[in-house]
């Protein structure tokens, strides 16, 4: 049995975050993929497992939200289902931010495979009062590699009672820290953090190029 905890990361020997909980959202139906992508393989390792490796290194709550618990049981996880269904990655985050004992949950997705834990501790530690912090990329803001404190909730749910499900929609009701391209490629030179896999051909490109990958 695959035990995430018996993995090496980073942080495995620096102190664990307590008062943040790492949040993977693997909720999507994978559409465009075809097939459960959080479970797909890239070098051996399947997508949420290399997720799970970095978020076990950085926080003492990693938790799953999924509506199909049983995909997942054998990672050993705590999890929670959607408390409403059909919303994309805004109802996992209202779902994660009703649910979770700590104040503040760091959220990416299932399939992001280049995850950095430098990167994600340095966003951690920009957020002093704020209720959001958020790599912003040029002009686009990377909603699930960011960090969002339970007084958001108020926010989420008035998008969900106007049938608004954009998650950003809300960031000009909230107190945002955005953190700009320059502080990111300093740990992330070539951006990699916010690669995800949509497609078969995105994984078969990737695949081409193990010494990359695994820098």
């Not at 996880?77 to 700590?102: C, F, H, N, R």
């Amino acid at each position: 049995m695959w035990n995430p905890r018996n993995s090496c990361s980073f942080h495995e020997t620096a102190m664990l975050y307590k008062d943040i909980s790492g949040i993977i959202l693997a909720g999507g139906r994978s559409r465009r993929y075809g097939r459960n992508k959080a479970l797909v393989q890239l070098h051996g390792t399947p997508l949420v497992e290399r997720v799970i490796r970095v978020l076990e290194g950085l926080f003492e709550n990693v938790v799953l939200i999924t509506n199909s618990p049983e995909e997942y049981a054998y990672l050993r996880l705590p999890m929670e289902q959607d408390i409403i269904k059909g919303l994309g990655p805004l109802g996992g985050i209202y779902t994660a931010l009703q649910t979770i004992s700590t104040k503040y949950g760091f959220f990416v997705a299932c399939d992001m495979p280049f995850l950095n834990s430098p990167l994600i501790s340095y966003i951690i530690d920009q957020r002093e009062e704020y209720d959001v912090v958020a790599p912003k990329i040029d002009w686009k803001i990377e909603a699930l590699h960011s960090l969002y404190r339970k007084t958001c909730l108020p926010e989420v749910e008035r998008l969900i009672r106007n049938n608004e499900y954009q998650t950003i929609r809300f960031f000009d009701r909230v107190s945002v820290r955005y953190v700009e391209e320059d502080e990111v490629r300093r740990f992330d030179p070539s951006l990699r953090s916010f690669l995800n896999i949509n497609r078969p051909e995105d994984l078969t490109r990737i695949s081409r190029r193990p010494k990359e990958i695994e820098q």
